[in-house]
């Protein structure tokens, strides 16, 4: 999802590689999330994320988002990075 290239405007790779940007969550939810999700969720999406050790590192205020095209979502995992395949078995649900 990261990586397909149709979506750059809407979720990409940080420059470092070590983290991703989603951009417009509303457009986000309505393009991309159906194409790889039983759902259009954003919020589910965020929790599914979550349950998977991912965290939300940019530093606007928990619950201070909105849906207008320039909010930005920025989340980060140890585990995955650009370009690190074989770290992608190291990420597990939480129980």
């Not at 986000?28 to 194409?35: A, D, G, N, R, Y």
Request: no cysteine; hydrophobic share 30%.
């Amino acid at each position: 999802m990261v990586n397909d290239k149709k979506h750059q405007d809407l979720i990409s790779w940080n420059p470092t590689g070590r983290s991703f940007f989603i951009y417009d969550s509303k457009r986000f939810s309505k393009q991309v999330l159906p194409e790889y999700f039983k759902h259009g969720n954003f919020s589910s999406f965020v929790r599914q994320l979550n349950m998977y050790g991912f965290r939300k590192i940019n530093k606007a205020s928990r619950g201070k988002h909105g849906t207008d095209q320039n909010e930005v979502w920025e989340f980060y995992h140890p585990q995955f990075q650009r370009d690190g395949a074989k770290e992608l078995s190291d990420i597990k649900r939480k129980a």
